[in-house]
């Protein structure tokens, strides 16, 4: 988008925050992975660097799992801002005996298969060693390191019945994601003020 997704803002509320929010009920450390860590000093946040120049999710993610000792960590994209606590607690708890829990949709599919969301997704610590080999192998394709790992997918059906709208895969990467977001914003609102 040519700006910092973080810093957007929707009804009032910048990206960022709306995460932090949405986590902080079920976290004691939230550790926020970036190139620009000087940008987000006064956020409630632990914040570390990349481990590795190549930019990409997988090096964030191999990055954060570094960085912690809990076995396993809910892994969210700064530029999906409508996380849902309950759906994130009901991944939590899914994720023993597997590597990982990640969520599958339909949502940009042009097949009708469901995909799954690798950066909304829930990964145990040891999967760290993997990611480092493909990163340095330079396959870099989370879809790849995914493939490998011993996960639970969630399917969408399952996701509706905490998240009805399925509105936590919205990730916003063009300025024509935001004009829709900011447009279903406008909707909601109005829906709850016809309501009262």
Excluded at 138 to 152: E, H, K, P, T, Y
Aim: glycine residues 6%; aromatic residues 10%; neutral net charge.
């Amino acid at each position: 988008m040519g700006r910092n997704k973080a810093f957007l803002v929707f009804q009032g509320r910048m990206f960022l925050w709306m995460i932090i929010e949405a986590l902080t009920p079920l976290f004691d450390d939230l550790i926020l992975v970036t190139r620009e860590p000087w940008l987000y000093k006064g956020f409630p946040v632990r914040v570390i660097g990349d481990l590795y120049p190549e930019r990409g999710p997988l090096t964030g993610l191999i990055s954060g799992l570094a960085a912690t000792e809990d076995p396993y960590n809910f892994c969210v994209a700064c530029d999906m801002p409508l996380v849902k606590t309950a759906l994130v607690q009901y991944m939590m708890k899914s994720a023993p005996e597997v590597d990982g829990v990640i969520l599958k949709t339909k949502r940009w599919s042009r097949d009708d298969i469901e995909r799954p969301e690798p950066l909304h997704s829930v990964y145990h610590r040891r999967c760290r060693p993997m990611m480092e080999r493909y990163l340095q192998e330079g396959r870099r394709s989370l879809q790849d390191v995914i493939r490998a790992l011993n996960i639970r997918y969630v399917p969408e059906s399952e996701v509706a019945q905490l998240d009805p709208a399925l509105r936590s895969f919205w990730s916003i990467n063009t300025e024509d994601d935001y004009r829709m977001l900011q447009a279903y914003g406008q909707e909601a609102t109005g829906a709850s003020s016809q309501g009262s």
